[in-house]
């Protein structure tokens, strides 16, 4: 890289959105935070804007708006709050990568308009190709912008295929870690707590992220991603679980090798690479020593106690709002877990039981995401207030 790119960072205060800003750190001659974006964290997204001095510093919660206009009045930096805002800010001129690292449904639309206006997108939002991939898909098809993935498996395999003929993809081997809960009985997962869920035992991630890698969700997410990412049939793409978190993912070709791609379990690698565009920065950051570890394994993971893996190919085979009823779903039962109103294997039947009650759409337009995801929601919250799932 040999110019100063200027990134738009929505969730500016999460796991993803403050490693970004190590980077940022880590090479100030190459890029900087021209737009910070955050969604209910004011507090943080004020130090961060203090300290980064972005052009525009935005808040999604519009009732913290007065804190952020007041603590940054005496700043040239602009301000504003609300979804309207963060949309627009994705098409300013002056922003020439975004890095969409929030979390969930509410990165989908910004990401869309992200597309139109022609943005480089490193994309740690899984959700809005989960949600959204065939629209996603049709409007790269008239954009100049690019996708690079963030998330470490979609990373990993996005290097394997640099220089690869597409056509020689045999498979997408997906690894994970297999959570917390990866030894423990189908009995034992009736009685764990929230406190148990957030105990990941290789990743430092947010909250929701984590309750997902602990029921597999993020997993059968990741697969969707993948589809979509790659272009590449559900059929031919698998998870396998690897404790150790080393290899991140692999590719088998069609002449039987394979290729993978191996690091520490650190975020900080994969944004690196997709914030230099795929050129590989130089770093003093921690090295992966092969001889620390003299065994890495696998496993084949249980569908049967993980059933939300499965919701991956229903999805796909499916289409349609499905992937969109999923997210919905499951983020309502995963805050509620959080909040400990339901237990941990309610989150899978409440999302089974949304998918069965809000209507199929086959060929989702943007406004039928939208009712979905609202409809859907509203469905959830109901039953797991009635208690009724």
């Known amino acids: 890289m040999n110019y100063l790119n200027k990134i738009a960072l929505l969730g500016s205060t999460g796991s993803i959105g403050t490693q970004t800003l190590d980077i940022i750190d880590e090479y100030p001659d190459l890029f900087k935070a021209e737009v910070l974006i955050a969604g209910n964290n004011v507090d943080k997204l004020i130090e961060q804007s203090l300290k980064y001095k972005p052009t525009h510093a935005i808040i999604a919660n519009e009732s913290l708006y007065p804190k952020l206009r007041d603590a940054l009045a005496n700043t040239p930096i602009i301000t504003s709050c609300g979804s309207q805002a963060i949309c627009e800010a994705m098409e300013l001129e002056s922003v020439d990568t975004v890095v969409t690292a929030a979390v969930g449904y ?67 081997i997906i690894t994970a870690s297999g959570g917390p809960f990866r030894t423990k009985s189908a009995q034992e997962l009736e009685h764990v707590t929230v406190t148990d869920a957030l ?101 084949q993971p249980d569908t049967q106690k993980f059933p939300c893996l499965n919701l991956a190919y229903y999805a796909l085979e499916q289409g349609g709002n499905t992937a969109c009823i999923i997210n919905a779903a499951n983020e309502i039962a995963v805050a509620a877990f959080l909040d400990s109103r339901i237990k941990f294997l309610d989150i899978y039947r409440i999302i089974t039981q949304s998918i069965q009650y809000i209507p199929f ?8 995401y939208v009712n979905t995801n609202k409809e859907t929601r509203k469905y959830a919250e109901s039953i797991i207030s009635n208690h009724s799932f």
């Open 106 to 172: 509410s990165g989908l639309e910004p990401t869309l308009r992200a597309i139109s206006a022609g943005k480089k997108i490193a994309l740690a939002n899984k959700e809005t190709l989960v949600v959204a991939g065939a629209l996603v898909t049709e409007m790269l098809k008239t954009s100049k912008s690019s996708i690079i993935p963030v998330d470490s498996e979609h990373s990993a395999i996005y290097q394997c295929l640099v220089g690869e003929d597409k056509n020689a993809i045999n498979k997408l």
């Open 199 to 299: 105990r990941h035992p290789n990743w430092s991630m947010g909250a929701k992220i984590t309750i997902d890698s602990a029921t597999m969700l993020n997993k059968a997410f990741e697969i969707i991603e993948a589809r979509w990412l790659f272009d590449v049939e559900a059929g031919k793409i698998e998870a396998i679980v690897h404790p150790q978190s080393i290899i991140h993912s692999m590719v088998e070709f069609t002449d039987g090798s394979i290729k993978a791609q191996l690091g520490l379990p650190d975020m900080h690698l994969p944004i690196r690479y997709a914030l230099g565009e795929t050129t590989r920065l130089t770093t003093d950051s921690p090295r992966l020593s092969i001889k620390d570890y003299s065994t890495l394994t696998f496993e």
């Open 361 to 368: 759409i086959e060929n989702p337009t943007f406004d039928d």
